[in-house]
């Protein structure tokens, strides 16, 4: 090859790489900054469990204190958004729950904002509260909740109710969604901008969106604590094109939310890693399971006989 094909050549790859550069970026660009999950403020239900028992969940309403919390939240979230009023190309869009509310922290949240600062506002449904079936008695709901912690609190069905494994299918089914309006610009958000998605939910069913999104196991999640009224979970963009915790919330909060060395380990991971990218280090995704197996094929076949030619192990060696 003579020295201008080689050129020609290096020329090319140099285009084809810088072409896949300018599309991860831009791809990178249509990604929202942060996906922010928000809990409602303190509802009357918060307050005084015997509300349950005369009003449905769906209509439990704000108390005073919980109105105050939602514009507290939403004055530190427009500085977080807005980087302390330096970042100028900044946009939110909101999901909200269609329980009351979570709606009215949404109107609170909202004063904090300009229109032209929300490109969008979608009520979800399947982000609504786990359902406990219907109106609660407090002293049969005692005696549920009882059951619950002995039978495990993921897998608990509650009579006419819902399990926390039921929330977790439907806000699986919502992150599908999402994702879909994000690479089809559903969202209609300028590459330009800024964008961050708050979502204004639950408890329980933050704490399982973000069981789906970072692939955490049943007991991690059963080790969860529910966070507090208005309390925020910022899952920001990595540098890598990965969302963490890790890159806003310091390793103290994610030890109080009841997170483990090993996920907090992962988290910070996340925060450097390339999208795509698989963590070897990772004890739940491998190590739980086959920790024990052996390293090669020869111990394999080692282990297969000297289990089958064990007196008691009722088989014969193939």
Same mark, same amino acid.
């Given at each position: ?11 090319? @790859? &140099? ?26 403020? #303190? ?56 329980? @009351? ?22 009520? @979800? ?5 786990? &359902? ?61 901008? #800024? ?32 966070? @507090? ?12 094109? &990965? ?9 103290? #909060? ?61 088989? #014969?060696?193939?």
């Amino acid at each position: 090859m003579s020295q201008t094909q080689t050129q020609r050549q290096q020329q090319q @790859e &140099d285009e084809e790489q810088n072409q896949t550069q300018n599309q991860n970026q831009q791809q990178r660009n249509m990604l929202p900054k942060r996906i922010i999950l928000v809990r409602h403020g #303190e509802s009357q239900g918060n307050l005084d469990t015997s509300a349950y028992t005369t009003t449905p969940d769906h209509k439990i309403p704000l108390t005073d204190q919980g109105i105050a919390q939602a514009r507290r939240c939403g004055s530190f979230l427009n500085n977080l958004v807005s980087s302390g009023g330096s970042s100028q190309n900044y946009r939110v869009y909101f999901y909200v729950s269609p329980y @009351e509310r979570t709606r009215s922290t949404l109107r609170e949240i909202g004063r904090s904002f300009s229109k032209k600062r929300i490109i969008g506002v979608r009520e @979800e449904c399947r982000i609504r509260e786990q &359902d406990f079936g219907n109106f609660q008695v407090r002293d049969r709901m005692s005696k549920i909740k009882e059951t619950r912690e002995r039978f495990g609190r993921f897998y608990y069905r509650f009579p006419e109710g819902e399990s926390a494994a039921d929330v977790f299918d439907r806000v699986s089914s919502f992150l599908e969604s999402l994702w879909r309006d994000i690479d089809l610009n559903r969202l209609q958000n300028d590459p330009s901008q #800024e964008l961050n998605l708050i979502i204004i939910s639950h408890g329980l069913a933050s704490r399982v969106f973000l069981m789906k999104w970072f692939k955490w196991t049943v007991e991690q999640f059963e080790h969860l604590n529910n966070p @507090e009224n208005c309390d925020l979970r910022v899952m920001q963009l990595g540098q890598g094109g &990965d969302y963490s915790l890790a890159i806003h919330h310091t390793e103290e #909060e994610l030890i109080e939310w009841g997170l483990t060395p090993e996920m907090i380990a992962d988290q910070k991971w996340r925060a450097c890693a390339n999208k795509g990218e698989w963590n070897e280090k990772c004890p739940w995704y491998l190590d739980e399971f086959f920790d024990n197996l052996p390293d090669s094929e020869d111990d394999v076949r080692k282990c297969e006989g000297e289990f089958f030619d064990a007196p008691d192990s009722g088989f #014969e060696s193939p």
